[in-house]
């Protein structure tokens, strides 16, 4: 069991229960609790400048393992997790084999059991393979515990199987989330088609490539009434149909990734391929519709689409290389720069939209410090400033379009069922 800690004179931001003020935070027993109840032997960690928030939650991780540990593995990429200050992340499908069954399912929780030093929520895929062809065998992956399904990397094209899978979700209670992009439309697309990628002379994705499934998907949710989460939204236009569908009634959902509230298709002409990701960075309009649709609460969360690469692979030109960057550590500062800092959002919006948002679109524990909920905890700095390094990275790949950037907001601890497992803080010796 851990020590029991007092978080003292820090700034707690609650979203959950609609807390912004002064005040101590007690961890006892693993567990939030009444800091009158505070034993003679706990630990005092004063918190004076800082933001307690409820920790982290990132719906779109990418870990790798099993199959692709050259790129990332559960122990690495759960580190760089905590670095970020996130405490809870739900690990994508995409591994070699695919979580397409229970068995993998099963094999895959063990290690995380074993090596994860967050907490981890493993999803799996909606169909076989991820081949959009056949469905997975949804029943029994929930039987096995599986809580998430999606394709994502990945998306099933035909309607009809979609409708299925949604149906077949909706049966046994599980949430889907999709990569929204129509094949046939971006085929060989490698970045935002428009003014960038023509002066590099390469083929561009339309942003109709990601709008026509959004638009499906929305009909789909309206068809079964179960919820679809879009993920990493990344056009006026889908915004737009979002909003509108919510406004509607209808059970759907998105995120954002900070690439894209802090990018457009611009960054590839100084980053290459380390700016290459999927969907693209887009343009300027597309970025700010992005913004407002988090300012207004059409997109309820930020996820980190955390997506390590091996140096040769992001070194293989923009047409060959895989899209993507890492995620985790960058992530709180990307948003606070951009979106506080530089942007005008308040900053329970921002905590909000890393913990609250993102519990409530998928139904999960933590999220918020009401008491006797999991001493799930981050610690933040925002009036500090950092350069991103990737080779101080927690994570085994260091692709990332931000190295060498200055920016606001600094994590200094993320504590787990209340244990520190990463911190910064003289007073708090931190597991990693």
Known sequence: MPAPLLLANGRVIDPANGIDEVRDILLLGGQVADPAQAPANVQRVDCTGLVVSPGFIDLHAHLREPGQTHKEDIASGTRAAAAGGFTTVVAMPNTTPPVDSPAVFREVAELIRRKAVVRVVQSACLSLNRGGRQLSDIPALAAAGVKVLTDDGSCIQNAA????????????????????????????????????????????????????????????AAETGWPVHIQHISTAGSVAMVRDAQARGLPVTAEASPHHLALTDEAVLEHGANAKMNPPLREESDRQAVIAGLRDGVIACIATDHAPHAPDEKGSGLLKAPAGILGFETALAVSYTTLVHNGGLTLPRLVALLTSGPRATLGLPGGTLGLGVAADVTLFDPAATVVVSPADSYSKSRNTPFAGQRLHGRVRATIVGGEAVYSNLADLPGRI
């Open 161 to 220: 199987l979609m409708l299925a899978a949604c149906e077949q979700a909706k049966a046994h209670g599980l949430y889907v989330i999709d990569h929204c992009e129509d094949c046939d439309v971006c085929a060989g697309g490698a970045i935002h088609r428009g003014t960038v990628a023509e002066r590099l002379g390469i083929p561009g994705q339309r942003r109709a490539a990601e709008e026509l499934i959004v638009a499906r998907d929305i009909v789909l």
